[in-house]
């Protein structure tokens, strides 16, 4: 069982963000910008593109909510999507705030937020789902 599936077993905490029966949204620990959210499958997959059809469309349409609140929520110009997968193997998508095309760089260096500060963006962008 990846950290992945513990968190969306509610083994291990989050920043829970959303979920539906099959996918859960949950602030990035390790965030490039505040509102730095990770969309997984409930399902484990280790490849994104070794999900059906019909799960990547819906992971997809799950992430649009997401982004949505997320632009809603933090100042930004867009929010930005990636995905990267060789970190956890568990297929996932990022949501980054963006500013300018640089802050989606996983070369920059990551913020280091207080819990208080992670509950806080968390409830911002819940709010405006």
Known sequence: MTIFSKIAAGE????????????YAFLD???????????IPKREVDYFFDLTDEEIAGMQVFAKKVATAIKKAIPCVK??????GLEVPHAHIHLIPMQSEKDMLFTNPHLELTPEEFRQVAASIREQL
């Open 12 to 23: 291990i905490p989050s920043y829970k963000i959303a979920e539906d029966e099959n996918y």
């Open 79 to 84: 929010v930005g999507q990636c995905v990267l």
């Open 29 to 39: 620990i390790n965030p490039l910008q505040k509102g730095h959210t990770l969309v």
